[in-house]
């Protein structure tokens, strides 16, 4: 059909980066207190995703954020997060993003060679990653 696709807030409105668990307070300006899924028992219940790409993110020496990223490149070239950032150091480290690549050698457990994407890519399905190691 020739259309692209830009995910909706690609990094989790800011929790696929790591830097929220289930202390963090929002402030009451901040949607995100009023969001269900960064109530604490929520976040609780969801960090075992973050751990996971976080540990891909020490192995590749990169940022959760830029994992995060990478992956949705990976899945196909028509897939183009546009992750919101008022930061200039934060537009640095997602334009990182890139440069990460997915390839048999330095796969994972669960993650299978996708279908179409940038060369060498791997397709990971975290959700089943998880639930096979029993993390949620």
Known sequence: MGIGFVPYSP???????????????????????????????????NLA??????EIARRKQATPAQIALAWLLAQKPWIVPIPGTTRPERLK?????????????NSYPGWAISGG??????SINPLNEIKKYQLL
């Open 49 to 54: 995703l973050v751990d996971f790409i976080k």
């Open 117 to 122: 994407g940038r060369k060498n890519d791997i």
């Open 11 to 45: 990094l989790g409105e800011g929790f696929l980066t790591g830097t929220i668990d289930e202390k963090t307070q929002f402030d009451s300006t901040d949607i995100r207190s009023s969001i269900p899924r960064f109530q604490p028992e929520a976040i609780r219940a």
């Open 93 to 105: 480290e997602n334009i990182g993003a890139v440069s990460i690549t997915f390839t048999e050698e």
